[in-house]
């Protein structure tokens, strides 16, 4: 059970720096200002850039974390360990609701995509849902407190 209130911390922490770069991407979006010889467009990029790589590894995090809760609270280990499959176990038992366990999945999904952020309209998709993603992440990592 040490283990797992050790990952809570840590995914408590990705959690933190998630919403620190979606914050930090309102607030560049917001001013118009460049930044000495960086030109507003480029701060706000890497801002962008910088909430994708958060919301990566919060994701990867997450995935794990539920499949360790799996098996330290409900002793279930399922056979294939992939993230759809831990999701699909966790709606299974009741531990994420249908709706959840669909928008986890599109997370998981979403997540993949990440390889192929230089395309410029793949990163802003997935820019433009980072605040709901934010939202799920809380409420299941609250939830699945140790």
Do not use: C
Request: zero cysteines; glycine letters at 2%.
């Amino acid at each position: 059970m040490e283990k797992l209130k050790f990952r809570y911390e840590t995914i408590k922490k990705a959690e933190k720096t998630f919403q620190k770069a979606l914050d930090d991407l309102h607030l560049a979006q917001k001013q118009s200002q460049p930044y000495g010889s960086i030109s507003h467009e480029d701060i706000v990029q890497s801002m962008e850039d910088s909430l994708i790589q958060r919301f990566e590894y919060s994701i990867d995090l997450l995935w794990k974390y539920i499949k360790e809760y799996l098996e330290f609270v409900h002793k279930i280990v399922p056979e294939v360990r992939s993230p759809k499959t831990i999701i699909r176990e966790s709606v299974k038992i009741g531990l994420l609701s249908e709706t959840e366990g669909s928008n986890a999945i599109d997370m998981i999904e979403s997540r993949n995509l990440t390889s192929h952020i230089y395309r410029k309209e793949i990163a802003l998709m997935l820019v433009s849902k980072m605040p709901e993603f934010l939202e799920l992440f809380k409420q299941i990592v609250d939830r699945l407190k140790p």
